[in-house]
């Protein structure tokens, strides 16, 4: 293609641009021809009559002649000398040969039988012999009217005037078929510019045409779920890294005790690993297909985690608040918000959990009294690799919090940090526990 093909390679648009032009030259080209001919077949025909009315009319007057002059002879001349026009030949032949003749051209006698009845052609004349009653026969000619001068001049007509059309049809044919197809061309220049792995930036359709809109569009779209796709392979290998963390932590300081410890360890990490890699990569609505969790006991999970830390975590929740998902997920999310609050209170201050819903929603939250967020930082603290300006030169990833929200949306709920007195309080938001 112009602009970003390689030599050498087949090209649709020209291979359409090349058809066009050849199909508008025929076109001129037949457009031209077919009069020609149709000219030349009722020219023909008009003769034909012509011929076949002169020779009938030849002979009625021979009948009434006869009648008036002493001999048929007699009769004949005056009838063509009556009848005669300019170019025919008019011929009487009886038993004995040739009665009377009048015109210009070369003899054409009685002919071979009915055979030369029809008028047909003969060289450049039109000829029909027509037999009358008496046993004489009426031979007429008349010159053809479309002519080898006439088809000359027809011809050379064509040639200086319809080949050039024809020729001009087709290079307009191809430069407006080039001209159409140039934004095809121009979307495939846009494609190829795009570097492989980088973002997908949208398309501009270079026309308003449907077609290239609508191919434009299609072309964004794909590219945005490329996009997508290969962001999310990217998460899902730091999500687990992350998620992993904890729990490695803790075999880590379990590895000097008991083999039970450590087995349950190792147990907590394979289910965590399998179901980060079912939300992730599945999308599964954990909120319908997973089973009967008591938020009330993940709550108190994590703080019994936590005890004897540098920081009191309290819990707040009733003996059963109830969910439908995957308990290791939602102890990996209420964990984290657990450590970011350890991380980043005060000392000697306290992190609060709490568990409590009603018929619509379960929320499970943590609340400190740490730095807070900036204004505007609570609606992007949970994109992946954004961090709150409280922890910009601490250790972290930027993916705690993103992953958290990733597994509130996969029980179908949502994740969100709101102002809590001095700090901050993030809420997982879960659709209540509901009979399937």
Not at 16 to 43: K, M, Q
Not at 168 to 196: C, N, S
Not at 240 to 247: F, I, N, V
Not at 302 to 323: K, Q
Request: hydrophobic share 45%; glycine share 10%; with cysteine.
């Amino acid at each position: 293609m112009e602009g970003g093909g390689l030599r050498g390679e087949r090209s649709v648009a020209r291979r359409i641009a090349v058809a066009g032009a050849v199909v508008a030259a025929l076109t001129a080209l037949v457009s031209a021809a077919v009069p020609f001919v149709v000219v030349g077949l009722r020219l023909t025909s008009s003769d034909a009559r012509s011929v076949e009315r002169l020779a009938r009319s030849i002979e009625e007057g021979l009948g009434r002649e006869e009648r008036e002059e002493p001999t048929f002879e007699r009769a004949a001349r005056d009838v063509l000398q009556e009848t005669a026009l300019e170019d025919a030949r008019i011929e009487v032949w009886g038993p004995a040969g040739l009665v009377a003749a009048v015109g210009p051209g070369r003899v054409l006698g009685a002919g071979d039988g009915p055979s030369d009845a029809s008028p047909h052609r003969e060289r450049s004349r039109i000829v029909a012999r027509r037999p009358t009653a008496a046993g004489y026969v009426v031979s007429v000619a008349l010159p053809i009217s479309f002519s080898p001068a006439l088809r000359r001049e027809m011809a050379y007509s064509f040639l200086l005037g319809v080949v050039p059309l024809s020729l001009l049809a087709a290079v307009v044919a191809f430069r407006l078929a080039r001209h159409g197809l140039r934004p095809l061309e121009e979307l495939a220049a846009q494609v190829e510019e795009r570097r492989p792995g980088a973002r997908w930036e949208p398309i501009d359709a270079p026309s308003r045409d449907v077609e290239i809109t609508r191919l434009a569009n299609a072309l964004n779209e794909t590219g945005a779920r490329m996009t997508s796709a290969v962001a999310a392979e990217r998460e899902l290998a730091a999500y687990a890294a992350h998620a992993l963390r904890t729990p490695l932590t803790r075999l880590a300081a379990l590895s000097g005790g008991s083999a039970d410890g450590i087995r349950r360890a190792v147990v907590t990490l394979q289910r965590l690993v399998d179901s980060l890699l079912l939300l992730v990569r599945t999308g599964a609505r954990l909120d319908e297909t997973g089973t009967t969790v008591n938020a009330a006991d993940v709550v108190r999970q994590v703080a019994a985690a936590h005890a004897g830390g540098t920081r009191r975590v309290e819990v707040r929740a009733p003996d059963e608040v109830l969910v439908r998902g995957d308990e290791e997920l939602l102890l990996a999310a209420v964990e984290h918000l657990v450590d970011n609050a350890c991380r980043y209170a005060p000392e000697r201050t306290a992190v609060t959990v709490t568990a409590e819903g009603d018929a619509a929603s379960v929320t499970l939250a943590v609340a400190d009294e740490g730095p807070g967020l900036a204004e505007g930082e609570a609606s992007r603290v949970f994109e992946p690799f954004v961090r709150g300006s409280a922890g910009a030169s601490g250790e972290g990833s930027g993916l705690g919090l993103a992953l958290v929200s990733r597994i509130a949306q996969g029980h179908g709920g949502s994740a969100r940090a709101v102002p809590a007195g001095t700090g901050t309080r993030f809420e997982i938001v879960l659709p209540a526990w509901k009979p399937r």
